[in-house]
Structures are given as C-alpha cells and as structure tokens.
C-alpha cells in the first residue's frame, strides 16, 4: 500500500523568505504526486501534479515540485514567501487501480507560518 | 468558476440523529469522492464513485454510512445513527478521470458535529 509522509509538523517562514516544505513517497510503482495547500476553513486547492516526463513541475502562486525517484521524494519550493501562503499543505500520492490513479493517500500536513 | 458544492457548510446534531451531506459535483466530472478530515486520523478517503457507480467503500463504516448518487448533480452522504466520533470535516471531490493522471477537485467541506 502506498504512503506519505510529511517530517515537519509545523514550519515558520520570514516573508521574503525561501521555503522548501518535504514529502517523501512509499509506492511500489510509477507515483502519481500531488501538492494541495488548504486555508482555515477551506477545502484543498491543487497546487501542482507530477505524472510523468520533467520532474521539475511548476505549480500556481509561484509553487514548485521536484520529484526525485531515487530519493523517493517529491518537495514543493517557493523562493519567495507571501503572507497569504500560511495554510496547511499536504502531499498526496495517487494510486494505480484497474480505473486509474485517483485514490489519493494524504500526508498529515505542514502547517506553514509566515513571520513579518 | 466551476466548483464543487456542499451542504450544509456546518451541522450540529445529537447522538443518534440521521445525519445527510450533500455535494454537487463539477458538472461533465464523472469521479466523486467523499473524504473525511480530523486531527487524528488526518484525511481519509471514505469512498468514491465512478459514473454514480460506487467503485470503493472500504475506507467507510459500513454499519452506519452509507453514500449515494441519486444523480450526475448529486452525491449523499448519510450517517444513521451518528455518534460523537463522527465529528470531523467531511469532503467532497471530483474530478474528470481520462485513462490516468488527473486531479481532485475539493468543496469547501461540511464540518459535522455531534453531541
């Protein structure tokens, strides 16, 4: 079965500041990967995907992903926080079926904080 | 702006009462999703259909949930009878599934409270 995990529970950014927010993968196959971002009281917006081909992904709000196979990892990069980034961010991987990959499997979350 | 839709956005109900979520998928979406948030557990998926047929409940409770789709515009939820381990943010998604590699489209979430 396929897992995620998030190591940092809770991380604190100046504004202005580069973030780096890690995940790493438990998938026997080919992963489909996912970054969502959720405001208090919001559901989950998609921040950007990795299917296949580069493994550099540029996502929405500045957001970007590089998946390393060897690593097992799929980290979301932003060089230049904004006060309106803090929120909760999950990673997600998508399982393979006989339909597809569209059983996600959460991480528990980084909880991001911006300080002015 | 297409969006999945659900109500209520909050619901406070006693133990033992018949709890029923609604969602309105993303029209032309034929994949919902129902998935459950809490501190512990995190978020789970609880089930999920495919062209209103249901493909996976396993991640469900079965003695007490059941989910439904009445129609394409339609998908239910409903605990009977509810209990206070219940009480969690409950999401809908949706999403257009081609072959693979497609995303989750969130609503907004019914935050279920039961006393």
């Known amino acids: 079965a396929q897992s995620v995990t998030q190591p940092d529970i809770h991380i604190t950014v100046s504004e202005g500041a580069s973030l780096e927010l890690r995940c790493n993968y438990s998938?026997?196959?080919?992963?489909?990967l996912f970054w969502y971002v959720q405001s208090p009281g919001q559901g989950l917006q998609l921040l950007l995907k990795?299917?296949?081909?580069?493994?550099l992904v540029q996502g929405i709000k500045g957001f970007e992903a590089e998946f390393k196979r060897s690593q097992s990892s799929f980290n979301l990069r932003k060089p230049s926080v904004h006060w309106s980034d803090a929120a909760e961010y999950f990673c997600?991987?998508?399982?393979?079926?006989?339909?597809?990959?569209?059983?996600?499997?959460f991480g528990t979350g980084t909880r991001l904080t911006i300080i002015p | 702006d297409a969006r999945v839709t659900q109500t209520p956005r909050h619901k406070v109900t006693e133990m033992g009462q018949e709890v029923t979520m609604r969602c309105q998928p993303i029209?032309?979406?034929?994949?919902v999703f129902w998935y459950r948030q809490t501190m512990m557990q995190g978020l789970e998926l609880l089930a999920y259909?495919?062209?209103?047929?249901?493909?996976?409940d396993s991640g469900m409770p079965k003695d007490r949930f059941s989910a439904e789709m009445p129609d394409a515009t339609l998908a239910t939820l409903k605990i009977q009878p509810s209990e206070p381990r219940d009480s969690a943010v409950y999401f809908c998604a949706s999403g257009l599934i081609r072959g693979t590699g497609t995303e989750a489209f969130f609503g907004q979430g019914t935050r279920l409270t039961v006393v």
């Open positions: 259909f495919r062209n209103r047929a249901p493909l996976d």
């Open positions: 998938y026997g196959a080919t992963p489909y």
């Open positions: 029209l032309g979406h034929n994949t």
């Open positions: 990795y299917f296949s081909g580069d493994t």
């Open positions: 997600a991987v998508g399982a393979s079926s006989n339909f597809g990959n569209e059983k996600l499997t």
